[in-house]
């Protein structure tokens, strides 16, 4: 690990439990974290993160749990110059009500630190208790929520490629927008969407794409030389309102001094009808993957700018399968995890545009499973 980004705690000279947090915050943190579990009862902490690079999902995870240690110890936690995207994070998370006296700004009101949520609950789904939509012996059904348009062909090779290692018949299908588990034996589902068959109807985590999380981007009209904060009463064009770029894009909103709550929002469908809003001047804003964004063509991308975008690290789209495919969950690791092993593989691979297969940290599952359900639950 890089020695200038390596976490360290200081102790500030003359002050008792006031400590200097240096570098970045990760799964490498923990050794260093633990020394402050030790911290007497009933005593005032005071964290400064000024020199803090980075937070990603594990370290939040181990603050939350340090946090928690605390709390139990009737222990004041404060925390004091956040930059404005770990500030985010600790707003997202539930952490916000420790930022002192608004360094990193306010705790904001309910109406703007927790926007409406996303309302996955409300789909009309059926029950776990559904006969399942296969059994091992029959065809399985293999649903996937695109990262990006570009990669319905991929999507289609690689249910194939499954097909062949897992000698097993498989049906492949792109996502609606109400997740059926009475068909779904197989799913590669957006964050939420994910949480919600988790949580609803026991589906498994099985695997994540590599270093790839849903990172969301802020658009207007290359035109339009104003700054996120200058949109008051903005329409913004989005894909869904069940989705986690809804949520970050509005919170990138209200960290810029937007108020996303006075915002107009129109629901595409999806996000290239988003972006032809945008440009067609039906709309001033629009909130979508990064990774859409990325991949936008020349044309396109010459007809926007970006205004804002967020560095979370926080979701990830999920490989799941269906409860009753528990006994096929090694092998189907196995031959996702080795596809960087194979020729074919790796073509697959680039044709979905990721970098391969790794198992979900079960510390970033919980911190998602929390947000899940403080905004969707």
């Given at each position: 690990?890089?020695?200038?980004?390596?976490?360290s705690?200081?102790?500030?000279?003359?002050?008792d439990?006031h400590y200097?947090?240096v570098?970045?915050?990760d799964a490498?943190?923990?050794?260093?974290?633990n020394t402050?579990?030790?911290i007497?009862?009933e005593?005032h902490?005071l964290?400064?993160?000024?020199?803090v690079?980075?937070v990603?999902?594990m370290g939040l995870?181990?603050?939350?749990k340090l946090?928690?240690?605390?709390?139990?110890k009737r222990?004041?936690?404060?925390v004091?110059h956040?930059?404005?995207?770990?500030s985010?994070?600790f707003?997202i998370?539930?952490?916000?009500?420790?930022?002192?006296?608004g360094?990193?700004?306010?705790?904001?009101p309910?109406?703007?630190?927790?926007?409406?949520?996303?309302?996955?609950i409300?789909?009309?789904?059926?029950?776990t208790t559904?006969?399942p939509?296969?059994?091992?012996?029959?065809k399985?059904?293999?649903?996937a929520?695109?990262?990006?348009g570009?990669?319905?062909?991929g999507?289609y090779?690689?249910?194939?490629?499954l097909q062949?290692?897992l000698?097993?018949a498989?049906?492949?299908?792109q996502?609606n927008?109400?997740?059926?588990?009475?068909?779904?034996?197989?799913l590669?589902?957006?964050?939420?969407e994910?949480?919600?068959?988790i949580?609803n109807?026991?589906y498994?985590p099985?695997?994540?794409?590599?270093t790839?999380t849903?990172e969301?981007v802020i658009l207007?009209?290359?035109?339009d030389?104003?700054?996120?904060?200058?949109y008051?009463n903005?329409?913004?064009?989005?894909?869904?309102?069940?989705?986690f770029?809804y949520?970050?894009?509005?919170?990138?909103c209200?960290?810029?001094d937007l108020?996303?709550e006075?915002?107009?929002?129109d629901f595409?469908?999806?996000?290239i009808?988003a972006?032809?809003?945008l440009i067609r001047?039906k709309?001033?804003l629009?909130f979508m993957l990064?990774?859409?964004?990325?991949g936008?063509?020349?044309?396109?991308r010459?007809s926007?700018?970006?205004?804002d975008e967020?560095?979370?690290e926080?979701?990830?789209?999920?490989?799941?399968v269906?409860p009753?495919?528990?006994?096929?969950?090694?092998?189907?690791?196995?031959?996702?995890?080795?596809?960087v092993?194979d020729?074919?593989?790796?073509?697959?691979l680039?044709?979905?545009?990721?970098?391969?297969?790794?198992?979900?940290?079960e510390e970033?599952?919980?911190?998602?499973q929390?947000?899940?359900?403080?905004y969707?639950?």
């Amino acid at each position: 690990m890089n020695m200038a980004v390596k976490f360290s705690i200081e102790p500030v000279t003359g002050q008792d439990f006031h400590y200097n947090l240096v570098g970045s915050i990760d799964a490498h943190a923990s050794e260093t974290l633990n020394t402050l579990y030790d911290i007497p009862a009933e005593s005032h902490v005071l964290l400064d993160f000024s020199q803090v690079e980075r937070v990603n999902s594990m370290g939040l995870s181990l603050l939350l749990k340090l946090f928690e240690i605390w709390e139990s110890k009737r222990i004041k936690i404060e925390v004091q110059h956040l930059d404005r995207m770990i500030s985010m994070l600790f707003k997202i998370t539930g952490l916000g009500r420790f930022i002192k006296d608004g360094k990193a700004g306010p705790a904001t009101p309910a109406s703007t630190a927790n926007p409406e949520p996303p309302r996955h609950i409300e789909a009309k789904i059926a029950a776990t208790t559904s006969t399942p939509a296969s059994t091992a012996s029959d065809k399985l059904n293999f649903v996937a929520s695109l990262q990006t348009g570009q990669q319905l062909t991929g999507w289609y090779l690689l249910n194939t490629y499954l097909q062949r290692r897992l000698k097993q018949a498989i049906h492949f299908e792109q996502a609606n927008d109400v997740l059926n588990p009475n068909f779904t034996d197989l799913l590669f589902a957006k964050p939420f969407e994910a949480c919600q068959m988790i949580n609803n109807h026991g589906y498994i985590p099985v695997m994540r794409p590599i270093t790839d999380t849903d990172e969301v981007v802020i658009l207007t009209r290359a035109d339009d030389d104003r700054a996120l904060a200058d949109y008051p009463n903005a329409i913004v064009a989005t894909a869904s309102k069940d989705s986690f770029v809804y949520l970050l894009g509005r919170f990138l909103c209200d960290e810029n001094d937007l108020d996303s709550e006075q915002l107009q929002f129109d629901f595409s469908g999806n996000e290239i009808k988003a972006l032809q809003m945008l440009i067609r001047k039906k709309a001033d804003l629009v909130f979508m993957l990064k990774k859409a964004y990325d991949g936008l063509s020349s044309f396109s991308r010459n007809s926007v700018r970006l205004l804002d975008e967020s560095r979370t690290e926080f979701a990830h789209h999920l490989f799941c399968v269906a409860p009753h495919l528990t006994g096929h969950i090694s092998e189907l690791s196995n031959v996702l995890g080795d596809m960087v092993q194979d020729e074919q593989g790796k073509q697959i691979l680039v044709d979905i545009q990721m970098q391969g297969w790794q198992k979900p940290e079960e510390e970033a599952m919980a911190m998602l499973q929390m947000v899940y359900r403080r905004y969707a639950g």
